[in-house]
């Protein structure tokens, strides 16, 4: 009988996955303007380190909200014993409202139907855990965060079936490719729960359109499944077309209090527009009731902490706060990735058209030596090793067409930006990869073959960091 | 085909689970909460009010944590002291936590075990609350239909934290009043025979030291045998630890951590702590919970899966300032057993006086409570009877034991750390006049029950002889949650 469950010794947790060597790379060698010039540039971390300065003066402003204060007493005392799982009213219903904002106040959320969780992570387990029993499974359009595969499948058992996206048609979401992933999940004997999507997308980039989300609406309406539709990018949308999200889908086509919006679910979190990811806070929006009590109940294994629901009930509160920041986020996020754009055109790289997140989804399809997945691996250890960027390899995030990468834009300065474009252009610029010498080629595979077996035997020994989007 | 009704499609079309009661909430003892809710005590707005003694909570200490946040701004990474940290500390979701929080959380573990051992801070977990460290435990140690042994009377929670998500199987280990809730050795053996017969693979014992809901310690001999049970056995030992620092008297805690230093061949491998700041501080708001595991591997899942349940950057930052100030620490500790102990026995001298029972213990947040001499039948039916009139009648809530698994009818958790002095005070006399009233019934002439006969009357009566009568198969209901999920929030 082994010591341990089956959970804790497979790798769905899916962190043995060769996306972490860059990881360990980076934090083995991490670049530092003036400490490490020559260390290794992370461009795979989605964070969104624009806008602190706002939050910073709103907290110098608000002293009283600062202090664990209200009308000079402090609440310390309370908040330190508040575990109620339903959460602190003022903040969900100042959450339900900032939901709104960032939605134009196209569609309302009503605080009775959200439930508080330790970050989406925890609110995309807990749906699955509500929504599908072990063995479901739920569509998911390609390509897709790598976390999903540990966030949905790990403990909860279920299964992840791909909606097959394409460059062609910028890797929008078709009725055809919807229907084929069903029918592959047949083939598999899996019984389809769901389809979950990220609007805006991660690693795309790009906002859904309406067509497909009337698609998408049509077709779990058919199929009488889930829709969960991961939004936590939603405030990050900084150029045309918008956002449209699936809750004003809903309304336009009135079917708002049919069963089919029962069965629709958002997912949100403060870890990318307000740039919190450190202190936990996702959400669950349901229609349905149960889905509403039994995820409310299960937030019980990760309540969020009373004293960051406080803080953020107060900033959240102050529509100021929340107008002016929303907008001068988007602002500085456009301009960085107007910057990121133009640096690697400069460099011959062209990225997926995009108007949201906090990366571009680039295309160095021309860079590869062949149009394999091996290729794009030893393109991107050349990227990680030589030219010392860590970007996310389109493979890490299940793209059915090599050489696609990920190259975050908002975690780092505007000096540490331009340093990482040249970086990149002198690359491409020097020996085209497409006529590798012998030597190099030589080189390449002994490069290739050293590092897999370092990779291999450190993943047994050590830990990882935490995946981010 | 049969068309389904409404209903049914909605529950085909989640989970099993979300469609179950795997929660545990819909047991009857959330009669208890819900009377609590619609008329809460207050000492002036409503003093006839429900006074709330199923809350195991430790209020008594608050002042000493506010006056400790207000004399360190520093700790908030909103004021003005402390904004230079809030990018850092906002961003920071490395599920590894703040090295200074592990740090000082292992320190704090340390003081409270009376700095017998050692604890390595790179062992320490982050979880969602003891809540969320046992469940994760349970996911890496167990496969879905196994089994956990767990000795009763033990805490509601366990039913939902340790089986709901996580398919996995509570074997009880029953104790008995007669050697004072003792884990015996035969019982433990029972335990796992039962499991081994119903085709539930044991893969641990979990024991809670100090104990919910009887406020009692294991002492050395008896950690020894379980560390020596389990690793005979090659099941792991998982201790749940988060009542350490609220001894009070001349109890003495002894962490499992002592013992497996005094256990040579122990494999530790099999030893897992959990933990919490939630008893010890009085701070479940902040959801700090703690895994520390003795094996490697179980460290690295846990990790991974904390991920699910990390606790606030913010939060963890201002831990590990005031964790990290030891005079504070020592001094909060010192205060509160003074203060726990001083409640205790508020409550104990009045039970005495009345003649009330309660098992003999020096830990917890609670008494246990014995009324198996108001008991009608020393059943579980006789039991829910009393329970109700507690709680309407005499309007305390309580948890009766059936709610804890107790095998005897009769015992109730009765809090006394969530409250102040006053409303002890009220709360003994509110017993006091429930049992003079009871003893005047017992006095007057036997009558016929007339329908005008308060329901509350005709079930109790007062027992002057051992007439307990065990009936098999008692009716034992679904633990209520450990917290009322029907508490609104004051804020």
């Given at each position: 009988?082994g010591l341990l469950s089956r959970k804790a010794t497979c790798n769905t947790h899916g962190q043995d996955s060769s996306y972490f060597l860059g990881w360990e790379e980076y934090e083995k060698n991490p670049y530092d303007?003036?400490?490490n010039?020559?260390g290794i540039i992370q461009m795979g971390l989605a964070e969104n380190q624009?806008?602190?300065?706002?939050?910073?003066?709103?907290?110098?402003?608000?002293?009283?909200?600062?202090?664990?204060?209200?009308?000079?007493?402090?609440?310390?005392?309370?908040?330190?014993?508040?575990?109620?799982?339903?959460?602190?009213?003022?903040?969900?219903?100042?959450?339900?409202?900032?939901?709104?904002?960032?939605?134009?106040?196209?569609?309302?959320?009503?605080?009775?139907?959200?439930?508080?969780t330790a970050g989406a992570t925890s609110a995309n387990e807990t749906?699955m855990?509500?929504?599908?029993?072990?063995?479901?499974?739920?569509?998911l359009?390609t390509p897709y965060y790598p976390g999903f595969d540990r966030d949905l499948k790990w403990r909860t058992g279920a299964e992840i079936?791909?909606?097959?996206?394409?460059?062609?048609?910028?890797?929008?979401?078709?009725?055809?490719?919807?229907?084929?992933?069903?029918?592959?999940?047949?083939?598999?004997?899996?019984?389809?729960?769901?389809?979950?999507?990220t609007?805006?997308?991660n690693p795309?980039?790009?906002?859904?359109?309406?067509?497909?989300?009337?698609?998408?609406?049509?077709?779990?309406?058919?199929?009488?499944?889930?829709?969960?539709?991961d939004?936590i990018?939603?405030?990050?949308?900084?150029?045309?077309?918008?956002?449209?999200?699936?809750?004003?889908?809903?309304?336009?086509?009135?079917?708002?209090?049919?069963?089919?919006?029962?069965?629709?679910?958002?997912?949100?979190s403060?870890s990318k527009?307000?740039g919190l990811p450190g202190f936990r806070v996702g959400?669950?929006?349901?229609?349905?009731?149960?889905?509403?009590?039994?995820?409310?109940?299960?937030?019980?294994f990760g309540?969020?902490?009373?004293?960051?629901?406080?803080?953020?009930?107060?900033?959240?509160?102050?529509?100021?706060?929340?107008?002016?920041?929303?907008?001068?986020?988007?602002?500085?996020?456009?301009?960085?990735?107007?910057?990121?754009?133009?640096?690697?055109?400069?460099?011959?790289?062209?990225?997926?058209?995009?108007?949201?997140?906090l990366f571009?989804?680039?295309?160095?399809?021309?860079?590869?030596?062949?149009?394999?997945f091996e290729?794009e691996i030893e393109l991107w250890k050349k990227i990680v090793y030589e030219v010392k960027l860590n970007i996310s390899p389109g493979s890490s995030c299940h793209c059915?067409?090599?050489?696609w990468f990920r190259v975050c834009?908002a975690n780092m300065?505007?000096?540490?930006?331009?340093?990482a474009?040249?970086?990149?252009?002198?690359?491409?610029?020097?020996?085209?990869?497409?006529?590798?010498?012998?030597?190099?080629?030589?080189?390449?595979?002994?490069l290739r073959k050293m590092k897999v077996s370092n990779w291999v035997f450190r993943l047994s020994f050590q830990d990882r960091e935490p995946e981010e989007r | 085909?049969?068309?389904?009704?409404?209903?049914?499609?909605?529950?085909?079309?989640?989970?099993?689970?979300?469609?179950?009661?795997?929660?545990?909430?819909?047991?009857?003892?959330?009669?208890?909460?819900?009377?609590?809710?619609?008329?809460?005590?207050?000492?002036?707005?409503?003093?006839?009010?429900?006074?709330?003694?199923?809350?195991?909570?430790?209020?008594?200490?608050?002042?000493?944590?506010?006056?400790?946040?207000?004399?360190?701004?520093?700790?908030?990474?909103?004021?003005?002291?402390?904004?230079?940290?809030?990018?850092d500390i906002a961003i920071f979701q490395d599920y590894h936590g703040l090295p200074e929080f592990r740090q000082?959380v292992a320190?704090?573990?340390?003081?409270?075990?009376?700095?017998?051992?050692?604890?390595d801070p790179d062992r320490i977990v982050m979880s969602g609350?003891?809540?969320g460290a046992?469940e994760t435990v349970a996911f890496c140690l167990?496969?879905?239909?196994?089994?956990?042994?767990?000795?009763?009377?033990?805490?509601?929670?366990?039913?939902?934290?340790?089986?709901?998500?996580?398919?996995?199987?509570?074997?009880?280990?029953?104790?008995?009043?007669?050697?004072?809730?003792?884990?015996?050795?035969?019982?433990?053996?029972?335990?796992?025979?039962?499991?081994?017969?119903?085709?539930?693979?044991?893969?641990?014992?979990?024991?809670?030291?100090?104990?919910?809901?009887?406020?009692?310690?294991?002492?050395?001999?008896?950690?020894?045998?379980?560390?020596?049970?389990?690793?005979?056995?090659?099941?792991?030992?998982?201790?749940?630890?988060?009542?350490?620092?609220?001894?009070?008297?001349?109890?003495?805690?002894?962490?499992?951590?002592?013992?497996?230093?005094?256990?040579?061949?122990?494999?530790?491998d099999?030893?897992h702590?959990?933990?919490?700041?939630?008893?010890?501080?009085?701070?479940?708001?902040?959801?700090?919970g703690i895994v520390y595991s003795y094996n490697d591997r179980v460290v690295q899942i846990a990790r991974k899966m904390s991920s699910f349940g990390l606790v606030s950057s913010?939060?963890q930052?201002?831990?590990a300032?005031?964790?990290?100030?030891?005079?504070?620490?020592?001094?909060?500790?010192?205060?509160?057993?003074?203060?726990?102990?001083?409640?205790?026995?508020?409550?104990?001298?009045?039970?005495?006086?009345?003649?009330?029972?309660?098992?003999?213990?020096?830990?917890?947040?609670?008494?246990?409570?014995?009324?198996?001499?108001?008991?009608?039948?020393?059943?579980?039916?006789?039991?829910?009877?009393?329970?109700?009139?507690?709680?309407?009648?005499?309007?305390?809530?309580?948890?009766?034991?059936?709610?804890?698994?107790?095998?005897?009818?009769?015992?109730?958790?009765?809090?006394?750390?969530?409250?102040?002095?006053?409303?002890?005070?009220?709360?003994?006399?509110?017993?006091?006049?429930?049992?003079?009233?009871?003893?005047?019934?017992?006095?007057?002439?036997?009558?016929?029950?007339?329908?005008?006969?308060?329901?509350?009357?005709?079930?109790?009566?007062?027992?002057?002889?051992?007439?307990?009568?065990?009936?098999?198969?008692?009716?034992?209901?679904?633990?209520?949650?450990?917290?009322?999920?029907?508490?609104?929030?004051?804020?």
């Open positions: 009988m303007d003036i400490k010039p020559d624009l806008s602190f300065d706002l939050i910073e003066s709103w907290l110098s402003k608000n002293p009283e909200a600062a202090n664990f204060e209200r009308e000079g007493q402090s609440i310390f005392r309370e908040l330190a014993l508040f575990q109620d799982y339903h959460g602190l009213p003022s903040f969900k219903n100042a959450m339900a409202d900032f939901m709104s904002e960032n939605r134009g106040n196209r569609v309302s959320f009503d605080p009775k139907k959200l439930v508080l749906l855990f509500c929504l599908a029993d072990a063995g479901d499974a739920f569509l359009p079936v791909p909606i097959q996206c394409t460059s062609a048609n910028g890797f929008q979401i078709t009725k055809s490719a919807l229907e084929e992933a069903y029918e592959q999940a047949q083939k598999l004997h899996l019984k389809v729960k769901g389809v979950l999507i609007n805006p997308s795309l980039g790009t906002t859904t359109t309406r067509t497909e989300l009337n698609h998408l609406l049509d077709f779990v309406s058919r199929k009488n499944i889930h829709l969960i539709s939004e990018y939603s405030g990050t949308v900084f150029t045309s077309p918008g956002f449209i999200s699936v809750m004003e889908v809903l309304k336009e086509k009135k079917l708002e209090n049919t069963d089919v919006s029962k069965r629709v679910h958002i997912v949100y403060l527009d307000l959400v669950i929006y349901s229609n349905d009731d149960i889905v509403v009590d039994a995820a409310t109940k299960m937030s019980s309540l969020i902490s009373s004293q960051t629901q406080y803080l953020l009930s107060a900033l959240l509160s102050d529509k100021n706060f929340t107008q002016n920041y929303l907008k001068e986020n988007q602002i500085r996020l456009k301009k960085r990735h107007a910057k990121l754009v133009s640096g690697l055109e400069a460099a011959g790289v062209e990225c997926l058209k995009s108007n949201a997140g571009c989804w680039v295309d160095m399809r021309h860079l590869l030596s062949s149009n394999t290729a059915n067409e090599p050489g834009f300065s505007e000096e540490t930006l331009k340093v474009l040249n970086r990149l252009k002198m690359f491409v610029d020097g020996p085209s990869s497409t006529s590798r010498s012998q030597s190099e080629h030589q080189r390449l595979k002994s | 085909m049969v068309a389904l009704t409404a209903e049914k499609q909605d529950q085909n079309l989640l989970s099993r689970m979300a469609a179950g009661d795997g929660h545990g909430e819909n047991s009857a003892y959330f009669d208890g909460w819900k009377a609590y809710e619609e008329n809460p005590f207050h000492p002036i707005d409503r003093p006839d009010g429900v006074i709330q003694m199923g809350l195991a909570e430790n209020q008594l200490c608050g002042d000493l944590m506010r006056k400790w946040v207000l004399e360190h701004p520093e700790a908030s990474i909103c004021t003005a002291e402390g904004v230079n940290q809030f990018s000082a320190k704090f573990m340390e003081k409270t075990r009376n700095n017998k051992v050692k604890f609350g003891a809540t046992h167990a496969n879905p239909g196994d089994g956990f042994l767990v000795p009763t009377p033990y805490y509601p929670g366990f039913d939902r934290d340790l089986r709901w998500r996580t398919g996995v199987n509570l074997v009880p280990v029953t104790c008995h009043s007669s050697n004072g809730f003792k884990i015996t050795i035969e019982a433990l053996e029972a335990a796992y025979e039962n499991a081994r017969v119903s085709n539930i693979p044991v893969k641990g014992l979990l024991i809670t030291n100090p104990s919910n809901p009887l406020g009692t310690t294991l002492d050395r001999d008896c950690l020894k045998s379980l560390v020596n049970f389990t690793n005979d056995k090659g099941i792991h030992l998982i201790a749940d630890e988060i009542y350490a620092a609220t001894t009070f008297g001349e109890s003495e805690f002894i962490s499992v951590a002592e013992v497996i230093e005094e256990v040579p061949d122990c494999n530790r099999l030893i702590i959990v933990y919490s700041l939630s008893k010890d501080m009085g701070l479940p708001g902040l959801r700090v913010q939060t930052h201002l831990i300032k005031m964790l990290s100030d030891e005079d504070f620490v020592d001094e909060f500790i010192r205060k509160s057993k003074l203060r726990l102990a001083a409640r205790h026995a508020e409550l104990t001298t009045g039970l005495d006086s009345l003649g009330i029972g309660w098992l003999k213990a020096g830990a917890g947040l609670f008494i246990w409570m014995d009324l198996r001499n108001l008991l009608k039948t020393a059943t579980f039916d006789s039991e829910m009877e009393l329970w109700r009139v507690i709680v309407h009648k005499v309007k305390l809530n309580v948890s009766p034991g059936g709610s804890c698994h107790c095998h005897e009818p009769g015992w109730f958790r009765v809090c006394f750390a969530n409250m102040d002095h006053k409303t002890m005070e009220t709360a003994l006399e509110r017993i006091r006049v429930f049992t003079s009233q009871l003893e005047e019934e017992s006095l007057k002439p036997t009558k016929p029950m007339s329908k005008k006969k308060k329901c509350w009357q005709s079930s109790l009566r007062l027992s002057f002889q051992d007439t307990r009568r065990f009936e098999e198969g008692f009716f034992s209901p679904h633990s209520p949650v450990p917290h009322s999920p029907l508490v609104r929030a004051q804020i």
